[in-house]
């Protein structure tokens, strides 16, 4: 069994909170994207529905079909935020581990 330093618990909880600051930034700027790409895609979606003729059903399938590159992208940042929300719960969890790993050092001091 490998013994570990409180100094390197110490390492390890300093450098889960460094990784979890750097993405809960990065979760800010990827929300802000998000937020930035649906409202294009509603805003270009309902010219092309505006701008189409024909029924209801119709204009609605011609605003998809016109639109289908802003909802690809509305859809990937859409993603891109579920990945960093999992990597932070991710970092979240190890923070617990090390404090864990801490607080039973303690314990044995």
């Keep these: 069994m490998q013994v570990i330093s409180p100094l390197e618990v110490e390492r390890m909880l300093v450098a889960i909170g460094d990784d979890l600051e750097s993405l809960t930034e990065e979760y800010a700027r990827a929300e802000d994207r998000l937020a930035h ?3 294009a895609h509603k805003r270009a979606w309902l010219m092309a529905y505006h701008e ?3 029924s209801n059903p119709v204009k609605e ?6 639109c289908m590159d802003e909802w690809e992208d509305k859809n990937l940042r859409t993603t891109m935020v579920r990945i960093l929300k999992e990597k932070m719960r991710t970092s979240h969890a190890r923070l617990d581990v090390a ?8 314990k044995q001091t």
């Design 52 to 54: 189409a003729t024909g």
């Design 61 to 66: 399938k011609r605003a998809d079909v016109e």
């Design 37 to 39: 790409a649906e409202a």
């Design 99 to 106: 404090r864990t790993l801490a607080a039973n050092l303690r």
